[in-house]
């Protein structure tokens, strides 16, 4: 015979299996992250509402606009109509009477509570009568308290601190409110047979560690709260160890042997090259890479920089072992405009050094595609640029040493894993476009080693960054003007959105801003616009255009955020501002301030000073070191948002937190290398 549901229900379970929850309800949860019971237990609570104190009616008086419970009996009912329906009933608990009002879910209310029925009220108390709220005989009131019946014999509630969950919109729009969800919740908490173990009981042991069956019901019912922090405790602790030992596993799938590779002539040879000095930020990069490169071990290093470093040339020199050695290598960008950006940049240098290049992208006719594939596969063309195609089964090598990722966090672990494929030997290299602080960078990026690029070159100017208040917008656009005309400068407008939305009228679209710029004050002037939506080869001769100073004024969404380089461009102007996270901003400040000329940033943005969002952009106009920057925005967005950290799993993280945590991450990090095992039992 077999064994029921519920003598199998686990972490694993599908939420439907809950009674209550329908097909409509689940798909809410679906919607919301939660398909699993599992699930479900990590939606903790987002606050407690305190029962634990009955207050005599009588005594409510004293309390304005605090919360407060009594328990007493419904004396009458009463729905109230007018422009709008309210339900109104009374309760009295023998020392005095008040009252309870509803506006929403009246039917509902209606139907839950009669007169005679003793309940236990929770809500915040409004007191009205007399106009000194605190003397006695007012009359109290609450508007939509929280309701339960109570039986005659008990005298106080059964939960004493009742959870109160977030909610989605997809969860009101299923009906699936707070009785409804705590109901579920604690229906998984009685039935549930089969809790996981992941740490191991040393780890248990050794930290004091509570049951994790206990930390999860103490989550959602606490005996007191003030106990919370210790079962909170286990919970970050559970989850920063899965993380660990997921970056182990990562660190180890990846770490394979290599091939020894040497750059021989061809550093001194592409040194000689460059028309500049590479900074010491650039030479210790450099010397670190060319190392690792010698190695028996596969390379799999994140080269991480500022806005301006020389990332580029610096991942160019670590490909140079490849080129001497006779094998090939493959530079990974995640936008057909990069692809192309890249190819210009790389193209001079591979030509000089005798390399043929070649850029693979999914605009290119099927004829010269299948020619680039096959001098790939034959080894003829030794560097092949691309985008997703990349990835593609049909592109191969002959012999694959390296593999540069740029924007590495627009790709995930599966796809760094779908390149190693195509030679398990070659390399990896991986670059970030937005600089982590030195201290979080072993924490977010655990499976990777690390080196940064923190000097800028000589002589750079800071941006100078400005927020721009409506009123004095017109004067930002004769200045701009000004400049264009007097010092031959060229200008970015960047813009939050390629159309026009009714329902966001405040938001800058880029046809709108187009429009309104050449047929305005820079009335006459070279303009021009792109974004996602514009054709690949138009946009390749607008870029080309703003590159070489035809164009002065080019209308943009943040297509321009990386990988762009116009020396000519000396002014950004950003709409929107308050759209974009602190990182981004940066990354579109960085496309100007790239030579010896005054540069600017204008920031336009609907906000205030005395806002969240004006304070975050003042923080922004006064700081320029993308290291501290990325810390401020990592602060305030979370890794998940900033980093591009979704397709890893570090967004499972629910109470603990990457920053925060930082310290605690490394000693359990140390503890998952020194042989800590999962479902280990020593």
Same mark, same amino acid.
């Given at each position: 015979m077999p064994r029921s549901i519920d003598s199998r229900l686990d972490f694993l379970s599908p939420v439907k299996l809950i009674p209550g929850l329908g097909a409509k309800r689940a798909a809410a949860l679906h919607d919301s992250g939660i398909d699993t019971i599992g699930d479900l237990l990590h939606h903790f609570p987002s606050r407690y509402i305190d029962r634990s104190i009955i207050t005599p009616i009588a005594d409510l008086y004293k309390y304005p606009n605090l919360s407060r419970t009594v328990i007493g009996t419904i004396t009458k009912t009463r729905v109230e109509r007018g422009r709008t329906t309210r339900l109104r009933i009374k309760i009295d608990d023998g020392t005095a009477g008040m009252e309870a009002l509803w506006f929403h879910g009246v039917a509902f209310f209606r139907k839950m509570l009669h007169t005679g029925m003793r309940v236990l009220c929770t809500g915040t108390v409004k007191v009205s009568g007399p106009s000194d709220e605190t003397v006695p005989g007012a009359v109290p009131l609450m508007f939509h308290p929280a309701m339960e019946s109570i039986s005659p014999d008990r005298h106080t509630p059964e939960i004493a601190f009742l959870p109160h969950y977030p909610l989605t919109l997809a969860m009101h729009d299923a009906r699936l409110h707070q009785r409804t969800l705590f109901k579920a919740v604690r229906w998984a908490l009685d039935n549930i047979k089969h809790w996981p173990e992941l740490l191991p009981k040393t780890i248990e042991t050794k930290k004091k560690i509570p049951p994790l069956s206990a930390c999860i019901r103490e989550m959602h019912i606490p005996s007191d709260p003030a106990g919370l922090p210790r079962f909170e405790a286990r919970i970050?602790?559970? /989850?920063?160890?899965?993380?660990?030992?997921?970056?182990?596993?990562?660190?180890?799938?990846?770490?394979?042997?290599?091939?020894?590779?040497?750059?021989?002539? +061809?550093?001194?040879?592409?040194?000689?090259?460059?028309?500049?000095? +590479? =900074?010491?930020g650039q030479e210790r990069a450099i010397e670190?890479?060319?190392?690792?490169?010698?190695?028996?071990?596969?390379?799999?290093?994140?080269?991480?920089? *500022?806005?301006?470093?020389?990332?580029?040339?610096?991942?160019?020199?670590?490909?140079?072992?490849?080129?001497?050695?006779?094998?090939?290598?493959?530079?990974?960008?995640? !936008? /057909?405009?990069?692809?192309?950006?890249a190819f210009s940049v790389l193209s001079p240098w591979c030509e000089k050094l005798g390399i043929s290049l070649a850029v693979l992208s999914g605009g290119i006719a099927a004829e010269q595609k299948r020619r680039i594939l096959d001098r790939c596969a034959s080894g003829l063309v030794r560097c092949l640029i691309g985008t997703h195609a990349l990835l593609q089964p049909t592109v191969g090598f002959k012999k694959l040493g390296m593999i540069v990722i740029d924007e590495q966090h627009k790709f995930g672990a599966a796809q760094r894993l779908a390149l190693q494929e195509k030679d398990p030997a070659a390399d990896f290299l991986l670059m970030s476009a937005t600089p982590i602080p030195q201290t979080l960078a072993q924490t977010l990026y655990g499976d990777l080693d690390i080196v940064s690029i923190q000097s800028l070159p000589a002589g750079?100017?800071?941006?100078? =960054?400005?927020?721009?208040?409506?009123?004095?917008?017109?004067?930002?656009?004769t200045f701009v003007r000004d400049e264009i005309l007097k010092n031959n400068a060229q200008a970015?407008?960047?813009?939050?959105?390629? *159309?026009?939305?009714?329902?966001?009228?405040?938001?800058?679209?880029?046809?709108?801003?187009?429009?309104?710029l050449s047929k305005g004050v820079f009335s006459g002037m070279p303009c021009a616009m792109v974004h996602?939506?514009?054709?690949?080869?138009?946009?390749?001769?607008?870029? =080309?255009?703003? !590159?070489?100073?035809?164009?002065?004024?080019?209308?943009?969404?943040?297509?321009?955020?990386?990988?762009?380089?116009?020396?000519?461009?000396?002014?950004?102007?950003?709409?929107?501002? /308050?759209?974009?996270?602190?990182?981004?901003?940066?990354?579109?400040?960085?496309?100007?301030?790239?030579?010896?000329?005054?540069?600017?940033?204008?920031?336009?943005?609907?906000?205030?000073?005395?806002?969240?969002?004006?304070?975050?952009?003042?923080?922004?106009?006064?700081?320029? *070191?993308?290291?501290?920057?990325?810390?401020?925005?990592?602060?305030?967005?979370?890794?998940?948002?900033?980093?591009?950290?979704?397709? =890893?799993g570090k967004d499972d993280l629910i109470k603990a937190d990457i920053i925060r945590d930082a310290d605690l991450f490394r000693e359990i990090l140390l503890e998952v290398e020194r042989g800590f095992k999962p479902n280990a039992v020593k």
């Open positions: 970050i602790y559970e /989850e920063l160890y899965r993380l660990a030992v997921s970056l182990v596993w990562s660190r180890r799938k990846f770490r394979q042997p290599g091939r020894s590779l040497d750059a021989g002539p +061809l550093a001194a040879a592409f040194r000689n090259l460059l028309p500049y000095a +590479l =900074t010491e670190v890479l060319l190392t690792d490169a010698k190695s028996p071990l596969r390379m799999h290093r994140l080269l991480q920089g *500022d806005v301006g470093s020389g990332k580029t040339v610096a991942a160019f020199f670590a490909c140079l072992p490849a080129f001497n050695e006779g094998v090939q290598v493959a530079w990974l960008v995640p !936008t /057909e405009a990069l692809a192309q950006q750079r100017i800071p941006v100078g =960054t400005h927020l721009v208040p409506s009123h004095k917008r017109p004067a930002m656009e970015y407008y960047v813009v939050p959105r390629i *159309d026009k939305d009714d329902e966001y009228e405040t938001i800058a679209d880029a046809q709108s801003v187009f429009d309104s996602g939506g514009t054709d690949l080869e138009q946009q390749q001769r607008i870029m =080309t255009g703003f !590159t070489q100073g035809d164009i002065k004024i080019l209308v943009a969404t943040t297509i321009i955020e990386v990988g762009i380089d116009a020396p000519g461009a000396t002014i950004i102007i950003i709409e929107n501002a /308050e759209r974009f996270g602190l990182s981004q901003l940066h990354q579109l400040r960085g496309r100007v301030g790239r030579s010896h000329r005054k540069s600017y940033c204008f920031l336009l943005a609907n906000t205030t000073e005395h806002d969240l969002a004006g304070q975050r952009l003042d923080y922004f106009r006064m700081h320029h *070191d993308g290291f501290e920057i990325a810390e401020m925005d990592l602060r305030l967005r979370g890794p998940g948002e900033v980093l591009g950290v979704r397709q =890893t």
